[in-house]
């Protein structure tokens, strides 16, 4: 049993080497500043490219708070914070104190700030219709499926090996 575990083994390592080539691969073109470019000019909106993925990810996720939102953009909270005081003075924002720390302020997006994710989730949908032009309906929606299945199994194991989250 054990020589067939080790045959096992290597070949999950292959493919999660493999997963992790296409995340990154994803992750570099998703990353791509001129792409964002593109977007907010598909989109028809102003809006600077920096603030941006901030936008939407107070969108997809609030209320959020300016650790959280740092740590899921990758930017220094600090900063994260005067993006967030330049959103909401833009009006595509709002701060509020968390339900339960009152201490604790979290951006939501205000009804200007939706409008504008809506304008560029369907320019994002019009932009990446063509990337599944030549597949079939059912593989797209075993890849929705199955990424959904990745994200929550990421997002809900360990840290590290053996710490826990």
Request: proline share 4%.
């Amino acid at each position: 049993m054990s020589s067939r575990n080790n045959v096992q083994n290597t070949h999950i390592g292959a493919q999660l080497r493999e997963l992790h080539s296409a995340v990154l691969d994803i992750l570099s073109v998703m990353n791509q500043p001129q792409r964002d470019d593109v977007l907010i000019s598909e989109a028809g909106i102003k809006l600077d490219r920096a603030l941006f993925p901030l936008l939407v990810v107070i969108e997809r996720f609030g209320p959020i708070g300016v650790v959280d939102l740092a740590d899921r953009v990758g930017r220094d909270y600090t900063t994260v914070s005067r993006q967030v005081a330049k959103l909401e003075s833009l009006g595509l924002v709002n701060r509020q104190g968390n339900i339960s720390d009152k201490r604790v302020r979290e951006a939501v997006v205000s009804e200007a700030g939706k409008a504008m994710t809506d304008r560029i989730d369907a320019a994002r949908e019009r932009l990446g219709s063509g990337v599944f032009a030549d597949w079939e309906p059912d593989e797209i929606g075993d890849l929705v499926r199955l990424m959904r299945k990745f994200a929550d199994a990421i997002k809900a194991g360990p840290v590290a090996p053996g710490k826990p989250d």
